[in-house]
């Protein structure tokens, strides 16, 4: 019903640039609000940055100031642009949509992951 396709993941030296993006498709009636979450291995998915449907952004406190969401609701797609990356921004990058769709009632949808390696 809904698919979520996250790209531009890979490996980069720490203080570095990625930016990641989340193209979405598929049969969706409402967009309450998109993120991007992260993991890692035998840690609990958390939230990195938001947009909500009016625009509102909000950020963890460790990416403030470095990461940036955005998104082209003409390409139906979410970015992440992240700056002055850190070893401890390592994980895997998970594109969320709480929205609807043929289904009544708001639910989460994600994205495959993609993997960000940070190196020293």
């Known amino acids: 019903q809904v698919q979520l396709v996250e790209s531009g993941g890979g490996s980069v030296q720490a203080g570095g640039s990625l930016r990641l993006s989340c193209a979405s498709s598929?049969?969706?009636?409402?967009?309450?609000?998109m993120g991007w979450y992260r993991q890692v291995p035998g840690k609990q998915r958390d939230l990195v940055a938001r947009?909500?449907?009016?625009?509102?952004?909000s950020y963890a406190d460790s990416v403030k100031g470095r990461f940036t969401i955005s998104r082209d609701n003409a390409k139906n797609t979410l970015y992440l642009e992240m700056n002055s990356l850190k070893p401890e921004d390592t994980a895997v990058y998970y594109c969320?949509?709480?929205?609807?769709?043929?289904?009544?009632?708001?639910?989460?949808?994600w994205g495959q992951g993609t993997q960000v390696t940070v190196s020293s």
């Open positions: 969320n949509m709480k929205g609807s769709s043929v289904a009544p009632g708001v639910s989460d949808y």
């Open positions: 947009i909500t449907f009016d625009g509102t952004t």
């Open positions: 598929g049969r969706i009636r409402s967009i309450n609000a």
